[in-house]
């Protein structure tokens, strides 16, 4: 993307405020994007208090702004619950005659968390790259010294040969710049080795709930239609119980199946770390793949961006921090 472009800001999910919905406006606006909110996004659902109007408001919202001719972007606000709810009622073919913008490179989705559902979505119905990345109207915007500068980067630069996740190191010369150093890396090889793939997941809990899903139910078909995989989850506020259920229903559905490695990210408010280690042990170390852990992606304060739907390749040698990067520029910004 370059400024000038233009970004439709949307709720797909949970309502929003007034304030946050300023600041998230101001700070892509200081990114010289021109911001169009969507008509619905002040809406509150009349029954239900935890969703940002009703599904027929906010799913009329993203088609218009999918749709738009001059949407380069369409930015998601914040997550919550509620995006899986507006599947049903789209019409993808509409969706896929509009998915080029006018110099015919790909619109961009963003988004995280509950946002996974519409990631699902464009991956099985459109087929182009999409951005899972802190929301403009969460805290990590107001709080984190290192997200705005991050997803920017994700948004105006190249794609291509970029590392994923914290860096193993700070870069030269960061401390003297005066920008904000990103935390450093502390990713963990579980099971090493050395795996290439189109990169896709992100929340357990959303993609469990898809299980059987027109997005999910034929996915073990369309992996090993499309060649090799490289799956990533993270979530939030889950007991270790309800991970291993939600586990249970991917590895019971077949999500695992033709997988070439999985990469972890964070479990912000769940079980420690440690603990989350070995239950995905448990379910996945037999399979005979790579498998990294706290690579940061989802609800870390400080998350880093991840394009989904894009080739990777991830290195994890024995002894070794794992990295993971991007091989191939296709739906890049």
Same mark, same amino acid.
């Given at each position: /993307?370059?400024?000038?472009?233009?970004?439709?800001?949307?709720? =797909?999910?949970?309502?929003? *405020?007034?304030?946050?919905?300023?600041?998230?406006?101001?700070?892509?606006?200081?990114?010289?994007?021109?911001?169009?909110?969507?008509?619905?996004?002040?809406?509150?659902?009349?029954?239900?208090?935890?969703?940002?109007?009703?599904?027929?408001?906010?799913?009329? *919202?993203?088609?218009?702004?999918?749709?738009?001719?001059?949407?380069?972007?369409?930015?998601?606000?914040?997550?919550?619950?509620?995006?899986?709810?507006?599947?049903?009622?789209? *019409?993808?073919?509409?969706?896929?005659?509009?998915?080029?913008?006018? *110099?015919?490179?790909?619109?961009?989705?963003?988004?995280?968390?509950?946002?996974?559902?519409?990631?699902?979505?464009?991956?099985?119905?459109?087929?182009?790259?999409?951005?899972?990345?802190? /929301?403009?109207?969460?805290?990590?915007?107001?709080?984190?010294?290192?997200?705005?500068?991050?997803?920017?980067?994700?948004?105006?630069? =190249?794609?291509?040969?970029?590392?994923?996740?914290?860096?193993?190191?700070?870069?030269?010369?960061?401390?003297?710049?005066?920008?904000?150093?990103?935390?450093?890396?502390?990713?963990?090889?579980?099971?090493?080795?050395?795996?290439?793939?189109?990169?896709?997941?992100?929340?357990?809990?959303?993609?469990?709930?898809? /299980?059987?899903?027109?997005?999910?139910?034929?996915?073990?078909?369309?992996?090993?239609?499309?060649?090799?995989?490289?799956? /990533?989850?993270?979530?939030?506020?889950?007991?270790?119980?309800?991970?291993?259920?939600?586990?249970?229903?991917?590895?019971?559905?077949?999500?695992?199946?033709?997988?070439?490695?999985?990469?972890?990210?964070?479990?912000?408010?769940?079980?420690?770390?440690?603990?989350?280690?070995?239950?995905?042990?448990?379910?996945?170390?037999?399979?005979?793949?790579?498998?990294?852990?706290?690579?940061?992606?989802?609800?870390?304060?400080?998350?880093?961006?991840? =394009?989904?739907?894009?080739?990777?390749?991830?290195?994890?040698?024995?002894?070794?921090?794992?990295?993971?990067?991007?091989?191939?520029?296709?739906?890049?910004?």
């Amino acid at each position: /993307m370059a400024a000038g472009d233009t970004v439709r800001l949307i709720a =797909p999910s949970g309502p929003t *405020d007034e304030e946050s919905l300023q600041r998230a406006i101001a700070q892509l606006e200081s990114w010289g994007l021109k911001v169009v909110p969507g008509d619905n996004v002040r809406a509150r659902h009349p029954r239900v208090k935890y969703l940002a109007g009703t599904d027929a408001e906010r799913r009329a *919202d993203l088609v218009d702004a999918w749709c738009d001719p001059d949407t380069d972007a369409v930015i998601a606000l914040r997550g919550g619950f509620g995006a899986m709810r507006l599947l049903d009622g789209i *019409d993808f073919d509409l969706m896929r005659r509009h998915m080029l913008r006018r *110099d015919g490179r790909p619109k961009l989705l963003t988004g995280s968390s509950d946002i996974t559902a519409l990631h699902q979505a464009w991956e099985h119905h459109l087929g182009v790259a999409t951005l899972f990345c802190p /929301m403009v109207g969460n805290d990590p915007f107001k709080n984190s010294t290192v997200v705005p500068d991050e997803v920017a980067s994700w948004l105006f630069q =190249p794609w291509g040969g970029r590392e994923l996740g914290f860096p193993a190191e700070e870069p030269a010369g960061s401390l003297a710049s005066g920008v904000a150093a990103r935390p450093l890396s502390r990713a963990q090889t579980l099971v090493p080795g050395t795996a290439k793939g189109r990169l896709g997941g992100g929340n357990l809990s959303l993609i469990a709930a898809g /299980m059987g899903s027109p997005e999910l139910i034929d996915v073990r078909e369309r992996r090993e239609r499309r060649g090799p995989s490289i799956l /990533m989850l993270e979530d939030v506020d889950e007991e270790l119980y309800r991970l291993d259920n939600l586990m249970v229903q991917l590895v019971r559905g077949g999500w695992f199946t033709s997988a070439d490695a999985v990469v972890l990210g964070s479990w912000e408010d769940c079980a420690p770390v440690h603990e989350v280690e070995a239950l995905m042990i448990d379910y996945l170390g037999g399979l005979g793949i790579p498998i990294v852990s706290e690579m940061g992606f989802g609800h870390d304060p400080d998350a880093p961006s991840v =394009p989904l739907g894009v080739d990777v390749t991830l290195d994890a040698e024995p002894g070794e921090r794992p990295r993971l990067r991007v091989d191939h520029a296709g739906g890049q910004a």
